[in-house]
């Protein structure tokens, strides 16, 4: 077993003894958080699904990151990793969900959101919380990395 799945057993078996359930919304991740997830045996009770949100659009019409956020803060950032995750968790209608945003790369850095900057959300009834990463590597391996480390902040959620 790879660690991505020992970690995302983990997951899922947490959650079943807690009978919470889960959502993704996903940007530079395109699903493999949920995919990742989805692999598990006894994922089904658990899991509810994932938005892709690949596209400004689709992150404004069907997560609500507001149009202020966009044009500000931009795509990659804080606030609107929040507003996935909380967008999530409404449509969804979650216990808990998990988004992601950022560069994955070769291309589209910038200056304050280089390659490999990725941000994390998390929304629970206790809160939102965000997570700023710089991971290294190749396209695969930031995308890679970034569910790795989705995969703990669920779990860290779940037991808390």
Do not use: N, W
């Not at 807690?18 to 395109?30: D, F, N, Q, V, Y």
């Not at 609107?80 to 449509?91: I, L, N, S, W, Y």
């Not at 950022?102 to 850095?109: H, I, K, R």
């Amino acid at each position: 077993m790879s660690g991505l799945t020992e970690l995302a057993a983990a997951v899922v078996r947490r959650a079943t003894e807690r009978g919470l359930t889960l959502g993704t919304a996903e940007s530079l991740t395109a699903g493999l958080i949920c995919a990742t997830i989805a692999e598990i045996p006894g994922a089904s009770r658990v899991l509810l699904g994932g938005i892709i949100s690949y596209d400004p659009r689709v992150k404004r019409e069907l997560l609500g990151v507001s149009q202020a956020v966009i044009d500000g803060a931009g795509v990659v950032s804080e606030p609107c990793a929040r507003q996935m995750a909380e967008g999530a968790r409404a449509a969804l209608k979650a216990d808990i969900t998990i988004s992601a945003t950022g560069v994955a790369g070769p291309s589209g850095g910038t200056p304050e959101a280089p390659v490999g900057t990725v941000y994390i959300g998390c929304a629970c009834e206790r809160g939102t919380k965000t997570h700023r990463f710089c991971f290294t590597g190749d396209r695969q391996a930031v995308r890679r990395q970034t569910v790795e480390k989705a995969l703990d902040l669920l779990l860290e959620t779940i037991e808390a």
